[in-house]
């Protein structure tokens, strides 16, 4: 049976309280504006409240290590919370995001520690991280992008492509190859501050549910060798750990959008009448209740054994590409019977169900697409036997 300690579960229900109290109440709000304009997520207003509001209550830096001023939370712990995070239908996420952050406390130097891992764990900077390309993104190991050493500096010629978050961003993390190595060879990291000459936002590609993404361009861009972040070549291991914290993240936020739309729909079956009888006596209605539940029964003991592995050091690649997979499908499924419980009300832009549906439809293609997982879970598996 797994069960979160004493603090862990305190810490859980003051951001229950956070969500019900400072989230909830702007959901109006966000799906009217993304009704009206197209634009989903919080307005800058919103997320200073709400952020001066998150210091406050302490809810910063969770698994930020001690050293740098963060609670050092466990994954277990950190999973609690974006459950009850995701349960809201716009993003939110107590600074700083944890992918990246895991990802410069791996490999960045004491001194990219001190210029950029200090003010992002404090939440003072953003970051993003640019893989993707026009012609490689599930396999970003086709990757053309490329940086060429020129005495003491790089000069980076390439595009990428979908990558999120990058008007906030005051710094990108770039994966770019260098030398003529194929597959996964010559792959590296470097940290690009927002402004450096030959850094192009080419455009915004407007996305489902509201969402932005951003093509990049990198036009003779020169940086110094101190913003290569890890070794020259080395680049994807600490990429794939930072995937990997964030597709253990997704699992959570699945359950949170899972439990949210069960909600919904079983407050909504229990009052709707048709024929004669409410639509929660219904067995065709009952079933999906009853396999939504069993399904999330299942999403949470895989979320947290995995964490729980993770936390004890292990390597927990496979079991997060079998989480994404399968919260993903889950959350989807549990939406869509959500949304048809409701009839026509469900496919309104009123209910916060749509946006999440977007979202969890988008999900299934960042950090990997399914398919792609499968393919890794399987191979994983045929190859050991
Ligand atoms: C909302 C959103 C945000 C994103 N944010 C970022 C970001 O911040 N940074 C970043 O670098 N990228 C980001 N991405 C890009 C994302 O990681 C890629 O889109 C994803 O990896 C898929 O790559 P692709 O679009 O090139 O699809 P492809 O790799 O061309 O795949 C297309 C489809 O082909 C199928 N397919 C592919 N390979 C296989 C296979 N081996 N077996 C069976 N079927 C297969 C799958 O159905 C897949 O969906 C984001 C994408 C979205 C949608």
Known sequence: MFELSEEHRMLQELVQKFVERELMPLE????EREASTGKGGLSDAEEEALLAKCK?????????????????????????????VARCCFPFTFPPDSPNLHMLTAVATPEQKRKYLEPYARGEAQSCIAISEPGA??????MISRAVKDGDDWIINGRKIWVSRVPQSDFIILMVRVGEGKRHEGVTAFIVERGTKGFIIERE??????????????DDMRISDSQRLGEVGKGFAPMQLRLTVRRLQMGAWCLGMTRRAMEMMTEHVKQRVTFGARLADRQAIQWWVADTATKMHACR?????????ADAGKD???EASMIKVFATEMAQEAIDHAMQSFGAMGMTKEL????MMNKVRTMRIYE?????HRMTIARRIIGKN
């Open 56 to 84: 406050e209550l302490g809810l910063w830096g969770l698994d930020v290590p001690e050293e740098w001023g963060g609670a050092n939370l466990p994954a277990v712990a950190i999973m609690a919370i974006q459950e009850e």
């Open 205 to 218: 590609i407007k996305m489902i549910g509201g969402a932005r993404t951003y093509e990049l361009v990198f």
């Open 368 to 372: 990997g697409p399914s398919e792609v």
């Open 28 to 31: 109006k709000a966000v799906l």
């Open 352 to 355: 916060p169900l749509q946006m």
């Open 316 to 318: 927990v690649r496979t």
């Open 137 to 142: 993104g599930g396999d970003p190991s086709g």
């Open 301 to 309: 003991l895989m979320v947290m054994d995995a964490a729980a592995k």
